[in-house]
């Protein structure tokens, strides 16, 4: 079955404490993506990868850091987590861009 | 800037046919795509526009203008199950960012009985 996996779902964590945030997919997309969503703000672009090792900001790429090493995967890490950064994060790929994006479940990520 | 201005809000009977519309402004343009998003779940895609014109998928069509930095989704024979969140979203070509992309704030449907 084609899917975007992202995990885990749910996260509470502390201010300051590192997480990372895995997204896989398994279409063989070359284009992957990461944003948040907040309530009124709808969704914006946190971090891009248009391939292999070339990533790029979106909108809201403060306090992120993402790497593409492998096509499949792409990681979200938020080396020191603020309660800003409080919301639900979604990935999603697509063959290139703007035209069909498959997203992941989600993952709604509290920062206390 | 970049940016696409979406209604915030829709209501509309069962059965009914109802536009959402999105304006957008950016400095580059590759296309126009649309997304649903039912409460709590993630964004699925509904239709892409990369030319003027009108695109049919069941009782989703979208439209674009280029000319006009406009489009509309359209939903016909409303159903329950189509209250969600509708989102429009472009790639932006500015400030050489090739994948970057925009949503709108998303429109809010509400099919009553």
């Known amino acids: 079955e084609a899917q975007v996996t992202q995990n885990p779902r749910y996260l509470i964590t502390v201010t300051g404490k590192k997480l990372t945030v895995t997204c896989s997919q398994n279409?063989?997309?070359?284009?992957m993506s990461w944003y948040r969503q907040d309530p009124g703000l709808g969704l914006r672009q946190i971090y891009y990868?248009?391939?292999?090792?070339?990533?790029d900001k979106g909108d809201v790429p403060e306090g992120y850091k993402v790497s593409r090493k492998e096509k499949r995967n792409f990681p979200l890490i938020l080396e020191s987590p603020s309660p800003n950064q409080t919301s639900l994060y979604f990935c999603?790929?697509?063959?290139?861009?703007?035209?069909?994006?498959?997203f992941g479940p989600g993952t709604r990520l509290t920062v206390t | 800037g970049q940016s696409l201005e979406q209604p915030s809000e829709v209501t509309a009977v069962e059965g009914a046919i109802v536009q959402i519309n999105c304006t957008y402004q950016t400095s580059g343009f590759y296309g126009l795509s649309w997304y649903q998003q039912h409460d709590g779940g993630a964004p699925t895609f509904l239709s892409y526009?990369?030319?003027?014109g009108l695109e049919e998928t069941g009782r989703f069509s979208s439209f674009l203008s280029r000319s006009d930095s406009y489009g509309y989704l359209l939903l016909q024979e409303l159903q329950m199950k189509d209250s969600a969140s509708y989102f429009c979203a472009v790639r932006d070509q500015g400030s050489g960012n090739t994948g970057k992309l925009i949503f709108g704030q998303g429109t809010t449907l509400q099919v009553k009985p």
């Open positions: 526009n990369a030319l003027d």
């Open positions: 990868s248009m391939n292999v090792e070339v990533t």
């Open positions: 999603a790929s697509s063959v290139g861009g703007a035209r069909e994006q498959y």
């Open positions: 279409m063989n997309h070359e284009y």
